[in-house]
């Protein structure tokens, strides 16, 4: 009976312990939670907005939206008076699904996008994905996403959330073409396809090889050292370097490696400017395996962002030409700060100037080499863009 009895206190007196920590570490946890302060000075003014508040929530006829989508929607306004598309709010639940792996597959329709005059338009597709299948094309403006007409105020962040879902799911696209009348109406099947970075060979009836970068993941680097290696041993003499349709992607290593790839010193490939006036210079990778081979780069409107700053530092260096169309221009950092209640907040917080200063964001480069794709050399299957590469390289001008 005593041994039972000891073994009950025994046992209650380790469970008092337990709860003891417990208690212990949830007092602590509470304490430090509640008495930290935020270094955030709060203008004076703001009691206007808590004196809207509280008339919205007094004499609103409708019913109120709950306090956190009230606080998001008040945060919202906020960014929206910044007057710059990229600076945005994402919610808990896309936030979490938003993150850019870049993994080398993704799960939705493939579509690069982006806002320009409050209309959502189409950086990029995605070679061989559904988007890229359909023949979306950049510039092309989506008006409408399933059964949701698309606001004044749309996110491109917004729009990708409404496009992810589940694989082997439809969405229907209203699209508008520039220069078309009519719109079109697109339905895509979400897919999971592997994700290209380079394609390379070499061009038939000639010594040119033709490398085509579609995005900068942490990958790409190295693919485009052993195809760059692989065209080496066909005895190239030149090379296409195709950056048409390339929305980007990872930076700043796949691009400083590949921009040094042609260039022959340790020289600057972009600087990227804060508020505060300062800049932050990048410079090149170590690798050299083009340095002496001649280049021509192919550029459209759906070249953007990481791909805008390898083709502007070949550029600048006089290094290759930029023959087709002016790029998208998109020359902006964002910075991703998770707040407290698991929503993101992204935030634009420098811009990319090429080595010789000239700003990429809302500007683009322009082609040293103007030559349009028209809708005619697409369906005739024709690229007069890669034809006049070819010539530059083989008479140098």
């Known amino acids: 009976m ?14 008092l312990v337990m709860f003891a920590a417990f208690a212990a570490g949830f007092g602590v946890n509470y304490y430090v939670v509640n008495t930290q302060t935020l270094s955030v000075e ?3 003014n703001f009691g206007l907005f808590w004196e809207a508040w509280n008339v919205l929530k007094g004499e609103f006829y409708g019913d109120i939206p709950s306090r956190p989508v009230m606080t998001r929607g008040a945060i919202r306004g906020m960014l929206r008076a910044l007057n710059d598309p990229h600076t945005v709010l994402v919610d808990p639940t896309p936030a979490q699904t938003e993150q850019s792996t870049l993994k ?20 990029a597709p995605i070679p061989n994905s559904p ?20 606001d004044f105020d749309v996110t491109a962040q917004d729009a990708l959330n409404l496009l992810r879902g589940p694989i082997g799911s439809k ?48 990958e790409t680097a190295n693919e485009f050292a052993k195809s760059l290696e692989r065209l080496k041993t066909q005895k190239m003499t030149g090379l296409v370097l195709d950056l048409r349709n390339n929305p980007g992607g990872l930076f700043p290593e796949p691009v400083l490696e590949i921009a040094g790839q042609f260039l022959k010193n340790n020289d600057v490939v972009l600087y990227e ?17 083009a340095a002496d081979l001649p280049v021509a780069v192919l550029i459209n409107s759906g070249t953007a962002s990481a ?8 550029k600048d260096y006089q290094r290759a030409p930029l023959i ?51 809708d005619e050399s697409i369906k005739k299957g024709v690229d007069p863009q890669l034809d006049r590469a070819i010539e530059y390289l083989k008479k140098g001008a």
């Open 171 to 218: 969405v229907m696209l209203s699209v508008r073409r520039i220069g078309e009348t009519k719109l079109m109406e697109v339905e895509l099947t979400r897919e999971k396809y592997a994700l290209p970075t380079v394609e390379a060979k070499m061009l038939p009836g000639t010594t040119f090889g033709y490398i085509k970068i579609t995005m900068e993941t942490a």
């Open 324 to 374: 087709g169309e002016p790029t998208y221009g998109k020359g902006s950092v964002q910075s991703i700060r998770q707040l407290k209640d698991g929503s993101a907040l992204h935030i634009t917080t420098a811009t990319w100037f090429t080595p010789k200063h000239n700003q990429i964001e809302g500007t683009g480069l322009q082609p040293d080499i103007a030559i349009p794709l028209t």
């Open 307 to 314: 791909a805008e700053i390898l083709a502007g530092a070949l």
């Open 273 to 289: 400017k804060y508020r505060d006036g300062a800049e932050k210079e990048f410079r090149a990778g170590g690798r050299r395996g």
């Open 104 to 123: 080398g597959e993704t799960g939705d329709v493939g579509l690069n996008l982006d806002v320009r005059s409050h209309v959502l338009v189409i950086v």
């Open 42 to 44: 709060v203008p004076k």
């Open 131 to 150: 988007a890229d299948k359909a023949g979306l094309r950049p510039g092309d403006m989506i008006l409408k996403i399933g059964d949701k007409e698309l």
């Open 2 to 15: 005593r041994s039972v009895l000891r073994l009950l206190i025994m046992v209650l007196l380790a469970a």
